[in-house]
RNA sequence: GGGCCGUUAGCUCAAUUGGCAGAGCAACUGACUCUUAAUCAGUAGGUCGAAGGUUCGACUCCUUCACGGCCCA
């Protein structure tokens, strides 16, 4: 008996630790290998339910005793001779059945030493309990791999947030829901990939470490090419890279992949996050944004199977044609400002002051504008809403529009008060991209460490000439929180970013 | 960066006014052949986030720090 060995030992965790430890030198001992190769399983534990959970006990007995399943034991209820466990593969549970008198006094004595946390393969046949749960009668149990640290309590799972963010796996084993959420996040991104690639649009990668970082208005993280000797930045969005291939002829294309943002961690940011961008010749943000709809409710109707969903409390509705509104408009409806207060420098500084917004001495219109639009207007936009006629000063990569060039052809996407989506008509005249980048260095040499730099060489690729385009970017960890109805991006990033040290 | 809150056994949580730190699960011993948060009897398990301070006495009050949460910038 290996009981023996550990008789009299305490109970903090470093003793469960040796007494889990010694375990594995007593099944050596006893010629059971503790971490065995080359189990072959079955079926999982879908597979079980799916193909045998409605059959009767009649039924399932004629199937025979050769079913093989693994998994980790979640549960033991022992009662002398008998013992009922749970095992858990990625796919679920199923309730495993242990008699003495099935498969004998030594593999019975042996079991009573496996753990909660072990994974285990078994063979036997299914069968119905009393309550009529399936069940797998073990003709033969195996160790597959002894655990020697206790997972956390079953009934209430790993709760601490802190816990279960450095330690998503304990997380992902005992909290179903934390699974779920990142299922749902690869059948989200898949669905998009599919629905891009039946449009034919084609998936690229372009870099991740920019010599000059450009896309979007952020402050990049910075590192060193030892061997080269030169600065790169890690992308802040894939953008001018994108628009690069556009010029190349490839008229469709996209990217799902990773930006970073050297800013401040929240609920609604991660210095790492994943993103959509997709770029389309011969279309305009108009056409983008029916295509937006097209493919947001494609999703949430497979992932969701509604087009109505609980987020946070609100009801949301992605049944189409989405709500369409000025910037302007938008802060005129939310913010009761009279026609014209927006249109004048002096009453719009005179208002965003009275917002507590301040600015510097010679902001732009288009800047105060915006600033009075993200705290004014953009929490209440909790239908999806698009947002269009972005002022041209904070919009240095779109198309002035042909009859205003005041404002540009985009438009940002709001859904449950978050931005999800920014989009517009692309600017293919070099020229015009020259000067607004000019117009950038202008605000980053005033101080605005987010202004856009100057990229030559992204304006050689124009000067070669760029189709009619328009492009756009889709947050993809603010889609899934959406979808998954998780008040943080941390509850759909596996792993985010956490100060070290504990 | 600021405000508020939190950090106690492996996990989930208690601890009255500043007066011997407690429970459930997990673990260990024993009983038990259809349980499912199994049950029953027993045992053991603590640097109360860290460091200072006040006090006869600190999980509790004060200060600083670390990490986390929520809100704000």
């Known amino acids: 008996m290996i009981v023996s060995v550990i008789k009299g030992m305490g109970e903090n965790l470093e003793d469960i630790l040796t007494q889990r430890r010694k375990k594995i030198d007593s099944f050596k001992a006893l010629g059971i290998p503790p971490f065995p190769n080359g189990f072959k399983v079955g079926i999982d534990c879908r597979q079980a339910n799916d193909s045998f959970g409605t059959k009767s006990g009649e039924e399932l007995k004629e199937l025979g005793d050769d079913f093989t399943m693994a998994g980790r034991i979640m549960a033991i209820r022992s009662f002398g001779k008998t013992i009922f466990t749970h095992i858990q593969d990625r796919t679920g549970k199923i309730q495993i ?95 998009i990939r599919e629905f891009l690639g039946a449009k034919d649009f084609l998936e690229v990668e372009t870099p991740m470490m920019h010599p000059i970082p450009g896309g979007a208005a952020a402050r990049p993280f910075k590192t060193f090419h030892n061997a080269l000797g030169m600065d790169l930045y890690l992308r802040i969005a894939p953008e001018l890279y994108l628009k690069r291939l556009v010029v190349g002829g490839m008229e469709r294309v996209f990217e799902i992949n990773r930006s970073f943002r050297n800013e401040g961690v929240s609920t609604q940011h991660n210095p790492e996050f994943t993103m959509l961008e997709f770029y389309q010749a ?99 936009l909790v239908q999806p809403t698009f947002i269009t006629d972005y002022p041209v000063e904070v919009s240095p990569l779109a198309r002035k529009k042909d009859d205003n060039p005041e ?54 690729a124009l000067e070669y000439g760029m189709p009619p385009t328009a492009g756009e970017g889709v947050g993809i960890d603010r889609l899934v929180m959406l979808l998954t109805n998780s008040s943080s991006i941390r509850e759909v990033i596996l792993f985010p970013h956490l100060k070290t040290n504990k």
């Open 97 to 191: 059945y242990i008699r003495k008198d099935v498969i004998g006094e030594t593999g019975f004595n042996n079991f009573k030493e496996f753990d909660i946390g072990d994974f285990v393969g078994v063979r036997g046949g299914l069968f119905r309990t009393k309550t009529e749960e399936l069940t797998v009668m073990v003709k033969e149990i195996t160790m597959l791999s002894k655990s020697i640290r206790p997972l956390p309590e079953k009934w209430h799972g790993l709760v601490d947030v802190e816990a279960r963010y450095r330690q998503r796996y304990l997380d992902l084993i005992v909290n179903p829901r934390s699974k779920e959420i990142f299922y749902k996040r690869f059948r989200i991104i898949q669905l």
């Open 282 to 380: 011969y279309a305009t943000y108009l056409d983008l944004m029916n295509f937006t709809e097209e493919m947001f409710t494609a999703i949430a109707k497979e992932v969701l199977g509604t087009l109505c969903f609980d987020y946070q409390g609100e009801k949301i509705d992605f049944t189409p044609p989405w709500q369409r509104m000025t910037l302007k408009e938008a802060v005129m409806n939310y913010g009761e400002v009279e026609k014209g207060v927006l249109d004048n420098k002096e009453s719009a500084l005179n208002y965003a002051g009275k917002l507590g917004l301040t600015f510097k001495a010679d902001e732009s219109l288009g800047k105060i504008q915006f600033k009075i639009f993200e705290d004014l207007v953009e929490q209440h």
């Open 407 to 460: 404002l540009t052809e985009r438009f940002e996407l709001f859904i449950g008060g978050k931005e999800i989506a920014n989009a517009f008509s692309e600017i293919n005249n070099p020229l015009d991209q020259k000067e607004r980048f000019a117009a950038q260095l202008q605000e980053k040499e005033a101080g605005d460490e987010e202004a856009h730099e100057m990229d030559e060489d992204y304006i050689q």
